[in-house]
């Protein structure tokens, strides 16, 4: 389903940047899709908004001190 191809999508966009914490919860969400439920899919996804905005601001630090 859908679930299963976006959280596969992340996570590996998410690992080939580095950003461990945002492809495991993705890793969580792709499990969560391929079974079919989403039990558990909301606090999965609340930890990942928050490691995707910590990964997001570090990268765009990270780009500005190349700059």
Same mark, same amino acid.
């Given at each position: 389903?859908?679930?299963?191809? $976006?959280?596969?999508?992340?996570? $590996?966009?998410?690992? $080939? ?5 945002v492809a495991e919860?993705?890793?969580?969400? #792709?499990?969560? %899709?391929? #079974?079919? %439920? ?14 995707? %905005?910590?990964?997001? #601001? ?6 500005? #001190?190349?700059?």
């Amino acid at each position: 389903g859908a679930l299963y191809r $976006n959280a596969h999508a992340l996570k $590996n966009s998410s690992a $080939n940047l580095g950003t461990v914490r945002v492809a495991e919860g993705s890793r969580q969400l #792709e499990a969560l %899709g391929r #079974e079919g %439920g989403t039990d558990g899919a909301a606090d999965v996804l609340g930890r990942l908004q928050r490691d995707y %905005g910590q990964a997001r #601001e570090q990268l765009l630090a990270a780009r500005d #001190e190349e700059s």
